[in-house]
Structure formats: structure tokens, C-alpha cells
């Protein structure tokens, strides 16, 4: 048995609408990532409960809210684009800062070598 065979059923299980063939529950109880995803499943099914049944209020436009602001561009928050292409700028940085102590570093020991 494979944790991909099982895999599939272990959120049902938690809910109570199936249950395991004992060949499945030998694994889940000798495997310790279905044994986690249990873990999480009920940690999931145990805070939507605490959620209650109250409605949610959605704004009738909300569709169009969404739209309008998609065609904006997202205009509302600039410094997040500029972080962005900061992060995006010093991680090429980095990365060809890496590439030259590579080279380097491969010369060197050829270098060395000769």
C-alpha cells in the first residue's frame, strides 16, 4: 500500500464517510505523513466547525467592484510592485554573484591542477 492510495479517501475519513479497509488503516497507522495529513484534515474539519452558521454579507456589485478594480491595474498599492521588483533585482544580483564565484572557483582548481 502507498500513501498515493490512500491519500484520497483519508479527508473523508475524518468526516466519517468512509471508512478504511484494514489494509489501508496498517498503513495510515505505520506512516507517519497520512498520520500528518489526518492530523491536518481534523485540525481543518474542527475550526470550520468553530466558524458557526452565520451568512456572510456580499455586496450585490461585487463583480463589478472586482472588474473595475482589475481594470485599474491595482493602482491602490504602488509600494507593492516596487518591493517587488527591489526582491526581483537583488535576487539576480545574487544569483550572478553566485555564478561568478563559481567560475572563479573553477578556474582556480584548474589553475591548481595544471
Do not use: K
Not at 22 to 45: D, I, M
Not at 82 to 91: D, E, K, P, Q
Amino acid at each position: 500500500m502507498r500513501c498515493d492510495d490512500v491519500a484520497p479517501l483519508l479527508a473523508e475519513v475524518v468526516d466519517g464517510s468512509v471508512d478504511l479497509d484494514p489494509r489501508s488503516s496498517r498503513h495510515v497507522a505505520a506512516c507517519l505523513r497520512c498520520q500528518a495529513e489526518l492530523a491536518q484534515y481534523r485540525r481543518l474539519l474542527r475550526t470550520l466547525s468553530q466558524l458557526g452558521d452565520e451568512p456572510v454579507a456580499v455586496p450585490a456589485d461585487l463583480l463589478a467592484l472586482i472588474y473595475a478594480r482589475l481594470d485599474a491595474g491595482g493602482t491602490g498599492a504602488p509600494w507593492a510592485r516596487r518591493v517587488a521588483y527591489a526582491g526581483a533585482l537583488a535576487a539576480t544580483a545574487a544569483g550572478a554573484a553566485g555564478a561568478i564565484v563559481l567560475v572563479a572557483s573553477r578556474n582556480r582548481r584548474f589553475r591548481l591542477a595544471s
